[in-house]
């Protein structure tokens, strides 16, 4: 799954309507997530929806172009992606 922005999701449905909880059980099945920077507006609806740490949501804040937070078997790193 391919999502812009996290906070769309919140956009499926009103808080426990069958599209939110559709569109938020596809996200809790991905158990490979790669999160690119977000944005300060977005920060908040990104750690809450991926479980991030205070510590992963500072490095999402910061990451620099072709940067990502790889979350694997709960597992956490940065990795440079190059083409």
């Not at 449905?13 to 977005?42: K, M, N």
């Not at 990104?46 to 078997?73: D, N, P, Y």
């Amino acid at each position: 799954m391919v999502i812009h922005r996290l906070s769309d999701l919140l956009s499926a449905g009103d808080a426990g309507s069958r599209g939110r909880v559709l569109a938020e059980g596809l996200l809790a099945d991905c158990s490979t997530r790669i999160i690119y920077r977000q944005e300060p507006d977005q920060l908040a609806a990104a750690a809450s929806l991926l479980g991030l740490t205070g510590v992963e949501t500072q490095a999402v804040s910061a990451l620099t172009k072709g940067r990502g937070l790889w979350k694997v078997a709960g597992r956490s790193s940065i990795t440079q992606h190059i083409l």
